[in-house]
Each structure stands twice: as C-alpha cells, then as structure tokens.
C-alpha cells in the first residue's frame, strides 16, 4: 500500500510541478499532496520581442524579469477579464444585457501590462471598448457586470452601461470614435500644470486613428511637452475593415511624426509592462508624449451585434488563439521555469469562475434604478466655482 501511495505521489508531483518529497497522506480512496511552494523558481528573465522604434536611439529593453507574485497577479488579472468578458457574451445573448456592448477578450495584455507599469495615480482614458480598463483600475466584477445590466450596484449606478464606466484616475469609455484622445491630452496637460509627476495613458483603436482630432492632439501635446502616452491598440480590423484597407500607412507608432513611437508586441504582457515603463519614464523625464502601437487582437467582432467572421475567418481567429493568446504564453512561461503548477493555474481558474458567478447573480437580481433618479447626476451639485476679479 505505502509503494502504491508513493507512485501515485510522484505522479501527481510531476503533473503539478510540486516537491516529490512532499508529504503524502490517504483519507480513504483520496490522496492529498500537501502544499509547499519552497521549490518553485521565484524570479526569471524571459526573452522578450524587440520594440520598433520612430524617432528614438534606444528602446525597451529585449529581457523582462517576472516573480511568481507578478506572473500569478498578472494570470489572475487577465483570466478574469476574459472570464467576465464571456460572462457578458452569454447575458447579451440571454438579452439581459441590451445595447451597445464591446468585449475585450483576446486583448488582456495590453490592460494587464499597460496596469503593471504605472501608478494607480496616473491616469488612463480608452474608447468604448472599457471593461477590461475598468477592471484593472480598481472596479469590481460585481459592479461591471451590474453596469451592463443596467442595476442600481453598478459601477455608473446602471446608467451609464457598457460604454461608460468611471472610476478614480479613469476616465471611462466614450463612445464617439477618437474623442477621448484630446481629452487625454487635457488631463495630461493638467499633470504638467500641477507638477505632480503623473502621466495620463491616452488609448485609441486603430479604427480612430485616422481622426483629425487625434493629430491636433498630438501637435498641442507635442508643443506644449505634455505627460501623455498615446497608446493605439492597434486589434487588426477597424468595426468590420482590416487595417490595410482603412489606412494608408498602418505604421500607427510613426503617426505622430514629431512624436517618438514604440510598435509593441501586444499579446505579451510582459512586452507591453516594459514598453509603458519605458514610455512613462520618457513622460516623466520632461521629454514630452510617446506614441505606442500594441498590436493585438479581438476573438469576438467589433460588438456584440457583429459575428466576427464574414470579413475574417474562423481559422485566422483560431491561428491566433493557439499561437500568441496572451493567457497561455504566460501560462507555459511560468511552467517551463517551474515558477507554478498546472494544479496552482486550475485552482485560479474555478475560484475565479466562483467569483465571475457571483458576481452574475448579483446583476441579474439587484433592483434597477428607480424612475426619481433619472435626472440625478446629469448637472453637479455642487456650487459654482468663484473666480476672482
């Protein structure tokens, strides 16, 4: 018996990347392993994409340090995106969430990354396509998905929905294509009247990038030196039109001309981490905005109301999902240099799940607005700013 308990110790060691000396105990049929994390790799470098760069001598660094703390932070931050983004699939199908509804899966590094390398201080600014920002800004699951379905505990107290989610040093999702890049320019002129050395990331798609408004920002930015990344999440397909048919020139980190720009690998959180540290170190320096273009990719359409696949197809999503999903190349990174377990990432997994569920019944059974509140919020309250003669 103890022979047979010992082989099945050292399989289920090898399967978890656990000590083989671990301690073994029988609770009838059940073998319970104990939990000793001593052997795991604390820290590693990894090789990492090399950035193109516009106007700059010297870029990123080409090697990236990760913990175990970050690489399972890093995990657990995009798992639960993607979880709380098909979450939000199966109720906009369901029709419990009705309207405008852009999800984010696929795209989990360039939030987890971008978040990893600034401070909760700093400022961020995206287009519609928020849940993801909102999440990694501080928001609940609970209150995002409360938000999308319209209740009172949402995080915008069900009226603002998908494309407008708020939070402290977040300035939500706006819906009108490019306009929150000047916005972000203002912010970020804002940190440079107030001299407290923060930075304002200013994100767009590669659909909003041929705006007008985004090149005057860009010119007043880069005249008046401003703290700003702008950042294209550059995702292949404008709505339904690839990039190559929307833009002359689809090298959107040279769009600022004047401006410095970085081309990022955005599937790798770890590419993105170091590419933004690099970039809000420029801000920081008094150098003035940098451009960067994390190319990614959307496993859904454009929205909800859109398949994904009559302009692409299945097999390209699928290429891309089995190659470069920002999920799994961290996954197997952490694997490979014995950093945790394969049993580590499922327990994450169903507790995660656990909490996406919860998080679902609250939305779906939390009262919505009552009619009274309607008009509130519209106007501040509060009153009007005295200027002195």
């Known amino acids: 018996m103890k022979t047979m308990l010992a082989i099945i110790s050292n399989a289920l060691c090898r399967m978890t990347g656990r000590n083989a000396g671990a301690q073994t105990v029988s609770e009838g049929a059940r073998v319970v392993v104990s939990r000793s994390f001593a052997d795991f790799t604390p820290q590693a470098t990894f090789d990492i994409k090399k950035c193109d760069l516009h106007r700059l001598e010297e870029g990123p660094p080409v090697k990236a340090e990760l913990?175990?703390?970050?690489?399972?932070q890093y995990y657990r931050t995009m798992q639960t995106v993607r979880r709380m983004e098909l979450k939000a699939d199966q109720l906009y199908k369901q029709k419990i969430i009705r309207g405008f509804c852009h999800l984010y899966d696929g795209q989990e590094a360039c939030a987890a990354g971008i978040e990893a390398a600034i401070n909760p201080s700093d400022h961020l600014i995206t287009a519609y396509r928020a849940h993801g920002y909102t999440y990694t800004r501080g928001v609940s699951v609970k209150e995002i998905l409360a938000e999308l379905t319209g209740r009172r505990g949402g995080v915008a107290k069900g009226k603002g929905g998908s494309m407008h989610m708020y939070a402290p040093h977040f300035y939500g999702g706006n819906g009108i294509v490019g306009a929150q890049v000047p916005l972000g320019a203002g912010i970020a002129l804002a940190c440079q009247y107030q001299g407290n050395n923060q930075v304002c990331v200013t994100l767009y798609g590669d659909g909003a990038a041929n705006q007008g408004q985004l090149f005057e920002s860009y010119n007043m930015a880069a005249l008046w030196k401003l703290p700003c990344i702008f950042i294209c999440?550059?995702?292949?397909?404008?709505?339904?039109?690839?990039?190559?048919?929307?833009?002359?020139?689809?090298?959107?980190?040279k769009r600022g001309d004047f401006i410095p720009g970085l081309r990022v690998d955005g599937m790798d959180v770890l590419c993105v981490r170091e590419a933004t540290q690099f970039a809000a170190d420029h801000c920081r320096a008094g150098k003035g905005p940098i451009i960067m273009e994390l190319q990614t990719y959307r496993y859904h359409g454009h929205s909800m109301s859109d398949p994904g696949v009559s302009y692409r197809t299945r097999e390209e999503i699928q290429e891309v999902r089995s190659k470069s999903d920002p999920i799994s190349m961290l996954k197997e990174r952490m694997l490979s240099h014995n950093m945790a377990s394969v049993e580590e990432f499922k327990e994450i997994d169903i507790e995660i799940r656990k909490q996406v569920e919860e998080a679902t019944q609250f939305a779906t059974s939390d009262p919505e607005p009552p009619l009274e509140e309607l008009c509130n919020h519209i106007f501040s309250k509060n009153p009007p700013l005295e200027m002195s003669k």
Not at 67 to 72: N, P, Y
Not at 233 to 250: C, L, P, W
Request: proline share 0%; charged share 25%.
């Open 233 to 253: 999440e550059n995702n292949k397909y404008g709505m339904g039109t690839s990039v190559e048919r929307a833009a002359a020139s689809t090298d959107y980190y």
């Open 67 to 72: 913990t175990r703390e970050q690489g399972l």
